[in-house]
């Protein structure tokens, strides 16, 4: 999970974030970017992970308003809490949200918004924009589209195909959604 | 032979026994039904079996952030760490922040369960690639968790679906999950917090270490030869004549498991 902590450096403005434990691992030995110092406190052997500088992330959230209040339900799990990190942790944020509400709904339960409006560069309105993946609390993952999707790794050709098919294929996110089928999405929501 | 438990029963029984009250055991969820059953269910079950009998005050800290769950309230298992199932599980404490990602490298961790494609007799394990890492022949899951598990949490139990030649070599491909390299004293030089990894747990076996830090075969399940365990392991394990059977699971333990762990089957099956 040293992927979490170069995001961590980057919520603080850090060039770097110190770790202490990858003695041995090829981790280190196959990253030139991870770079090793001497901890100028324990004189220890530390790595510092390099910051993940990102300009732009992007990630999908339960509602929001149009001034870009997001709002998540509050037991989110440690994958998800990823999201809320990287979303501290970039320049330019934009969020999909199942659910485009009014302030005044976001009003009436400021403790699960995680994202205040000044740190959102862009809402925008995109149910099941998740998909394949789950949204907590909002749908469930689809484990018969992973399925396609691990069948089409197969081999070159059948991803190809798959490419053409549910990417290539279809102008926009909508087009792709109608691909996956209205009555196989509802099976998805999360009752 | 005819056994009165399973597979997954014995390796449950005998894990439990190596846990002491007061600690704290970590499990991720696992995908894939192999994996699951090893990293995830087995792991589950004996926490909960040693809860219930000599180490009442276990902790289990469940995908790192669900504490104490009622497992026995299962109806199936969660698909994944991202999964709505878990929201609901009935459980003790659901921390989002803490121990959560990064609190763990203080030690809040006794013990925890991990995984991977290949084992060297040091105890270092490869979850990444078959294959050179720059061009791999098979690219799996990546380090994800395993740098840590192996480094910062107070031991760390190997959980090996497989027992074959090809798990079990000699030299691994990447070593994402630090063992013993150089043996013990080697791996103090690392600077290392953790233990490092304590047992191995196979279908035909369960390794453990010796004081150098080199793994040796602890004991044989009932119904496997130790001619079995030196046909699948990819390296050299010495003479095994006088290595005990894996002890069997009282019937204690056995109803314990079946009535109040895991009634509705959704662990052991």
Redesign the interface.
């Known amino acids: 999970?040293?992927a979490?902590?170069r995001f961590?450096a980057d919520r603080e403005g850090m060039p770097f974030w110190p770790v202490?434990?990858?003695?041995?691992?090829?981790?280190a030995r196959?990253n030139p970017q991870i770079v090793p110092f001497t901890c100028p406190v324990t004189g220890?052997?530390a790595w510092a992970v390099p910051a993940a500088k990102p300009d732009v992330i992007v990630i999908h959230a339960c509602r929001g308003d149009k001034y870009g209040n997001i709002q998540i339900q509050e037991?989110?799990?440690?994958?998800?809490?990823?999201n809320v990190d990287m979303a501290r942790s970039c320049k330019n944020l934009i969020v999909t949200v199942e659910e485009l509400v009014d302030t005044e709904e976001i009003k009436k339960s400021p403790h699960l918004t995680l994202i205040p409006a000044f740190r959102t560069a862009s809402v925008c309105h995109v149910p099941f924009g998740s998909h394949p993946?789950?949204t907590?609390?909002c749908t469930?993952?689809d484990?018969a589209h992973y399925e396609t999707y691990v069948n089409a790794s197969a081999n070159e050709e059948a991803f190809e195909a798959y490419l053409d098919s549910y990417i290539r294929g279809t102008k926009n996110f909508t087009e792709y959604l109608s691909l996956i089928g209205e009555t196989h999405l509802k099976t998805l929501e999360?009752r | 032979m005819e056994k009165h438990f399973t597979l997954e029963e014995l390796l449950t029984v005998r894990l439990a026994h190596t846990f002491h009250n007061g600690e704290v055991g970590f499990t991720g969820l696992a995908t894939g039904k192999a994996a699951a059953t090893y990293i995830t269910n087995i792991p589950l079950a004996a926490m909960q079996l040693a809860r219930l009998t000599h180490a009442p005050d276990l902790t289990v800290l469940l995908a790192g952030w669900c504490v104490n769950p009622d497992l026995s309230a299962l109806t199936r298992l969660p698909s994944s760490e991202y999964g709505n199932e878990l929201l609901n599980l009935p459980c003790e404490a659901q921390m989002t922040t803490w121990p959560g990602p990064w609190s763990h490298r203080i030690g809040e961790i006794d013990f925890a369960f991990c995984s991977g494609v290949q084992v060297d007799p040091e105890g270092n394990v490869n979850c990444t690639c078959i294959g050179a890492h720059e061009k791999p022949k098979v690219a799996l899951v990546g380090p994800i968790f395993l740098p840590e598990h192996l480094a910062v949490f107070g031991r760390e139990y190997i959980m090996m679906p497989h027992h074959e030649k090809r798990c079990f070599t000699e030299k691994i491909d990447h070593i994402s999950g630090v063992g013993f390299p150089g043996g013990r004293a080697g791996r103090k030089e690392l600077g290392l917090t953790g233990s490092g990894p304590c047992k191995i747990f196979t279908p035909l076996c369960i390794f453990s270490f010796d004081e150098d830090g080199k793994l040796f075969v602890e004991s044989i399940h009932p119904g496997v030869t130790a001619q079995d365990v030196i046909d699948n392991t990819g390296f050299a394990l010495g003479d095994l004549s006088a290595v005990p059977e894996t002890a069997a699971p009282s019937d204690e333990e056995l109803a314990l498991l079946r009535n109040n762990i895991d009634p509705n089957r959704i662990l052991l099956g």
């Open positions: 999970m040293l979490w902590d961590r202490y434990f990858l003695g041995g691992n090829d981790v196959d220890k052997q037991r989110s799990m440690l994958p998800q809490y990823l993946t789950p907590l609390s469930e993952e484990a999360v």
